[in-house]
T-cell receptor, first 112, second 115 residues
Framework: GENVEQHPSTLSVQEGDSAVIKCTYS??????FPWYKQELGKRPQLIID?????GEKKDQRIAVTLNKTAKHFSLHITETQPEDSAVYFC???????????FGGGTRLMVKP | GAVVSQHPSWVICKSGTSVKIECRSLDFQATTMFWYRQFPKQSLMLMAT?????????EQGVEKDKFLINHASLTLSTLTVTSAHPEDSSFYICSARLPHTYEQYFGPGTRLTVT
C-alpha cells in the first residue's frame, strides 16, 4: 500500500518568513495530493490540492509543487502570519473514491 | 458548500456500553464517506471506507464487529463503537467525498471518552 513520509515534524519560523513542508510517497499510481490544515481540537481543512497532471499550483500565499518522477511534493507558505500556526498534513490518493493516506503531520509555529 | 457535520461532538460512556456517532454531508450527497481515528498529536488513521448501500471496507487491524459502520443514505453514515473499552477513547473524524471531484471534506470530529 501507499506510504507517505512528511518532514519536518515541527517547524518554527518568524512572521513574514516562508515555510516549506515536504512529503514523499511510495505508490506511483497515486495521482491526487491534498494538503490539510488542522488547528488544535478542530477538523482538518483542505487548503490546497494538486493532481498529477500539473507540476505546480498556487493560491495566494500558498503553493504546492509536485515531482512525479521523484515522488515528492511540497507545500510552500510565503509571508507567514501567526494565524498560519497549526498542524499541516499532506496526503496521497489514487483518486476519486479512494482512501487518503496521510503523512505524519508538521506542526508549524509562526512567531510574531 | 461542502459542509460535513458530526454528532455528538463529544461523548463520555461507561465501559461495556455502545456509542453511535453520526456523520452527515449537509449540502451534498456523498456516495463515499471515510472514518478516521486520531490520537493526540498524531496523524489520521483510516479505519474504514463507507459506501452507500453496501458493506464498509475496513482497514487491516480494525475489528468489524467492534466498529459497526452503516451508510444508509447518501447524506448519512454512522459509526457504532460496541462494547466500548477505555482504549477506544479517541478522536473520531469522518470525511465525505464531494461528488465528481477528488476532494474530501472532514467533519468536526467526536471525542469519545470511555470510563
Amino acid at each position: 500500500g501507499e506510504n507517505v513520509e512528511q518532514h519536518p515534524s515541527t517547524l518554527s519560523v518568524q512572521e513574514g518568513d516562508s515555510a516549506v513542508i515536504k512529503c514523499t510517497y511510495s505508490d506511483s499510481a497515486s495521482n491526487y495530493f491534498p494538503w490539510y490544515k488542522q488547528e488544535l481540537g478542530k477538523r482538518p481543512q483542505l487548503i490546497i490540492d494538486i493532481r498529477s497532471n500539473v507540476g505546480e499550483k498556487k493560491d495566494q500565499r500558498i503553493a504546492v509543487t509536485l515531482n512525479k518522477t521523484a515522488k515528492h511534493f511540497s507545500l510552500h507558505i510565503t509571508e507567514t502570519q501567526p494565524e498560519d500556526s497549526a498542524v499541516y498534513f499532506c496526503a496521497a490518493s489514487r483518486g476519486a473514491g479512494n482512501m487518503l493516506t496521510f503523512g505524519g503531520g508538521t506542526r508549524l509555529m509562526v512567531k510574531p | 458548500g461542502a459542509v460535513v457535520s458530526q454528532h455528538p461532538s463529544w461523548v463520555i460512556c461507561k465501559s461495556g456500553t455502545s456509542v453511535k456517532i453520526e456523520c452527515r454531508s449537509l449540502d451534498f450527497q456523498a456516495t463515499t464517506m471515510f472514518w478516521y481515528r486520531q490520537f493526540p498529536k498524531q496523524s489520521l488513521m483510516l479505519m474504514a471506507t463507507s459506501n452507500e448501500g453496501s458493506k464498509a471496507t475496513y482497514e487491516q487491524g480494525v475489528e468489524k464487529d467492534k466498529f459497526l459502520i452503516n451508510h444508509a443514505s447518501l447524506t448519512l453514515s454512522t459509526l457504532t463503537v460496541t462494547s466500548a473499552h477505555p482504549e477506544d477513547s479517541s478522536f473520531y473524524i469522518c470525511s465525505a467525498r464531494l461528488p465528481h471531484t477528488y476532494e474530501q471534506y472532514f467533519g468536526p470530529g467526536t471525542r469519545l471518552t470511555v470510563t
